[in-house]
């Protein structure tokens, strides 16, 4: 089995900065995109980010030039470096893999159980 897992999330002031870092664990021997999605209350889940294999990247309108995706050098790493945080930014952040080869088989869409980011004004 192929487990996600995050970290980096927490409180910070407004215009600070969180790095968030997602894993992958169990045995696997490839991931295709990775990416970070998050979710606010009350509202659906949202793409913040994503990373190609080949280090091809998307990002939201609203995170455009404050945060920046990246993949570790084993490729079953995923980095959310996010700068000037602003109240808005507040929501529980997810890392996704679109495909996971694992031992004997694919896994799709697979999610990471969230952080929670949350910027004060």
């Known amino acids: 089995q192929v487990q996600l897992v995050e970290s980096g999330g927490g409180l910070v002031q407004a215009g600070g900065s969180l790095r968030l870092s997602c894993a992958a664990s169990?045995?696997?021997?490839?991931?295709?995109?990775m990416g970070w999605y998050r979710q606010a209350p009350g509202k659906q889940r949202e793409l913040v980010a994503a990373?190609?294999?080949?280090?091809?990247?998307n990002y939201a309108d609203s995170v455009k030039g404050r945060f920046t995706i990246s993949r570790g050098n084993a490729l079953n790493t995923v980095f959310l470096q996010m700068n000037s945080l602003k109240p808005e930014d507040t929501a529980v952040y997810y890392c996704?893999?679109?495909?996971?080869?694992?031992?004997?088989?694919?896994?799709?869409?697979?999610w990471g159980q969230g952080t929670q980011v949350t910027v004060s004004s």
């Open positions: 169990g045995t696997f021997f490839s991931i295709n995109a």
């Open positions: 996704n893999a679109d495909r996971i080869l694992g031992s004997s088989s694919w896994f799709d869409d697979v």
């Open positions: 990373i190609t294999r080949g280090d091809s990247t």
